[in-house]
């Protein structure tokens, strides 16, 4: 069965400086998908990234970074130079064949300025 | 992208009642799935809609208590029967589109409280 394990349950940091939200994953499949999802307070789910389990390049997109590592069956999540904005809970889910997904319990992200 | 609507966007609820959430997407997509996150939870998948079948139920949902329509590729709808203050939560539907669009898709979610 597929499983989602987001070990921080609440991380606090001041303005500028970097966050890493840790994500690590269980399957028995060889074809999956990974995701990044963003929840702000107003409650909508944002998308951050999808990454296929054949793909394992580190992607860049502004301040953020996805680190995929499937020796390690992780797949976590950097923010560099954090900003308030970045407060809200990040989600890391797995879905197997492109199918449903299965949620992490979430990281709460407070960001201080 | 697709853009996916649902009403209500929120509802108060009486305890016994049901309330009926529907989902509609811009686009055609085969998969059509409904999520429940609790307050201060992460989401659970309640079930898979599929177009012309009964749905998916996961373990711990069933059907009389959650029935799900999905009578087209665009439209799904969730019932929420005999309501309890338990079932207080967001509900959201969510479309694969792959492999068209690289993201799955969530509405904005339906907040329900159950009086």
């Known amino acids: 069965a597929q499983k989602v394990t987001q070990a921080q349950t609440e991380i606090s940091v001041v303005e500028k400086e970097d966050v890493t939200l840790d994500c690590v994953y269980e399957t028995r499949d060889t074809t999956y998908y990974l995701f990044w999802y963003k929840q702000p307070p107003s409650g909508e789910l944002v998308f951050l990234i999808r990454?296929?389990?054949?793909?394992?390049q580190n992607e860049i997109s502004g301040r953020y970074s996805w680190n995929f590592q499937k020796s390690t069956s992780s797949f976590n999540f950097t923010i560099t130079a954090s900003q308030v904005v970045d407060s809200a809970v990040y989600f890391c889910a797995l879905s197997e064949a492109g199918n449903d997904m299965r949620f992490g319990a979430g990281t709460r992200l407070t960001v201080k300025p | 992208s697709a853009v996916i609507s649902q009403k209500p966007s929120r509802d108060i609820c009486q305890r016994g009642t049901s309330l009926t959430i529907q989902c509609q997407v811009d686009?055609?997509?085969?998969?059509m799935f409904w999520y429940r996150q609790q307050p201060g939870q992460s989401l659970t998948l309640i079930a898979t809609a599929n177009q012309g079948s009964e749905a998916t139920y996961e373990s711990g949902f069933v059907i009389d208590k959650f029935p799900i329509s999905r009578p087209n590729l665009t439209f799904s709808t969730l019932t929420v029967s005999n309501m309890s203050p338990e079932d207080s939560s967001i509900y959201l539907c969510s479309v694969d589109a792959s492999p068209l669009y690289n993201e799955q898709f969530f509405g904005p979610g339906t907040r329900l409280t159950v009086l």
């Open positions: 990454r296929n389990s054949f793909d394992e």
């Open positions: 686009s055609q997509v085969t998969m």
